[in-house]
């Protein structure tokens, strides 16, 4: 019984993001059309997006994780400097990686969207919302880290 009560409370959250999901899309359909300007912001919106697909949701998780509750069984104090240590060294790593990626960023956005370069405009407005929402990935990736040491 209580699995198929946990897969119906996850299936009803998954059905609610979709939903969700869906009313963004038609949102940003309205507000943005179907210009530069969503182009730009679908640009800026992938980078971080890519990035944490990559690194945060399932990597982080699939190793952490195994080698956190290792380290819970040798004793409370070594596993909470294992995840300091981790903490700190993922914070570091990718306080840098932001700072890096935000001084190179025209360089960053032509590769990942050469179609961009011909149109200085649209690669300007790219550049400047990939500045804006680049950040994010470093504070969902700390978020992630704080909540699996809170588990």
């Known amino acids: ?12 959250y998954t059905i609610i993001s979709r ?7 038609i949102l940003i359909a309205i507000f943005l059309g179907t210009g530069m300007l ?7 919106f992938r980078i971080p997006n890519t990035f944490r697909r990559l690194f945060a949701e ?15 069984t040798k004793g409370k104090k070594q596993s909470n400097k294992f995840a300091n240590d981790i903490f700190n ?4 790593g990718l306080l840098f990686l932001t700072i890096i990626i935000e001084i190179f960023m025209p360089a960053f ?14 690669m300007e407005i790219a550049i400047n919302l990939t500045r804006i929402t680049f950040p994010f990935l470093f504070f969902i990736y ?3 880290v704080l909540c699996n040491l809170l588990i």
């Open 89 to 92: 060294l993922l914070f570091l």
């Open 38 to 44: 969503a182009d730009a912001f679908f640009v800026a």
């Open 58 to 72: 399932g990597t982080f998780n699939a190793a952490f994780v195994p080698s956190y509750s290792s380290e819970i």
């Open 109 to 122: 956005v032509s590769i990942i969207a050469p179609g961009f370069v011909d149109d200085f405009e649209k």
């Open 142 to 144: 700390s978020t992630q």
């Open 19 to 25: 939903l969700l999901g869906y009313l963004r899309d």
């Open 1 to 12: 019984m209580n699995l198929l009560k946990s897969t119906g409370t996850f299936g009803f």
